[in-house]
């Protein structure tokens, strides 16, 4: 069965994760990752899985236990040959991107002010 979208290659796999990864703000969890790189239909998930696999060997994406976040080296490296990505496909996932950016960085927000919070009331009680 031939595969539909524009995106075929596992170099184009590859170059797509970076691409996404590259947009947002903190770690990202696995199966968000997933979707968000299902926006074009010429990706199955074990192609999927493999180049992501062999991103995390190259450095290029740091694997946590909850989630991925790009390396500087993945991140300059995806600069580089992002635009080598359709245009179709930056701009379906530069869609799908948005609400998840917003709630990493609202996450990001609510950490740092909760952190903040903490110290305050640290230092309150040290002067104490």
Not at 1 to 27: C, Q, S, T, V
């Amino acid at each position: 069965m031939a595969r539909l979208g524009f995106i075929h290659e596992k170099l184009d796999i590859k170059i797509l994760i970076l691409f996404i990864l590259r947009r947002l703000p903190g770690e990202v969890e696995p199966e968000t990752l997933c979707e968000l790189c299902q926006c074009d239909g010429g990706i199955d998930y074990f192609d999927y899985s493999d180049c992501l696999s062999d991103l995390i060997e190259t450095g290029h994406i740091k694997e946590t236990p909850t989630g991925y976040t790009i390396t500087d080296k993945g991140a300059k490296n995806a600069e580089a040959v992002e635009s080598s990505l359709p245009y179709s496909v930056r701009m379906k996932a530069l869609k799908l991107l948005a609400p998840v950016e917003e709630r990493l960085r609202r996450a990001a927000m609510i950490t740092a002010r909760t952190l903040r919070m903490f110290y305050f009331l640290l230092s309150i009680s040290a002067i104490s």
